[in-house]
């Protein structure tokens, strides 16, 4: 079983920027696609980004477009999550998340577990 573990999170000023991390364990994270989902309070987890197993494939909400950027380290078993130009509305609990089925790209991203989070904050 795949457990995942984020980093990162913190408190940064609109305009700044954020590295996530998602640190996976076992040997199988390279035959996954995986993907970020953010929480803010009150609201319902919504979609944020997705890379294919491979890493040939990226899949952005359009509110993070061209702003965020997903990437995978595959031999450091590590998912990143680049954010730029951060603003408030993207205040949230950020999920690290993985595909159910190895060796296959869905789309939409369908989630098979998840980590425990970690809290992102811009300030205005």
């Known amino acids: 079983q795949v457990q995942l573990v984020e980093s990162g999170g913190g408190l940064v000023q609109a305009g700044g920027s954020l590295r996530l991390s998602c640190a996976a364990s076992g040997r199988t994270f390279s035959i996954y696609d995986m993907g970020w989902f953010r929480q803010a309070p009150g609201k319902e987890r919504e979609f944020v980004a997705a890379?294919?197993?491979?890493?040939?494939?990226?899949y952005y909400a359009d509110s993070v477009k061209g702003r965020f950027t997903i990437s995978r380290d595959n031999a450091k078993n590590t998912l990143y999550l680049q954010m730029n130009s951060l603003k408030p509305e993207d205040t949230a609990v950020y999920y690290c998340?993985?595909?159910?089925?190895?060796?296959?790209?869905?789309?939409?991203?369908?989630?098979?577990?998840w980590g425990q989070g970690t809290q992102v904050t811009v300030s205005s």
């Open positions: 890379i294919s197993w491979r890493g040939s494939s990226t």
């Open positions: 998340a993985k595909s159910p089925d190895a060796y296959v790209t869905n789309w939409p991203f369908k989630v098979g577990s």
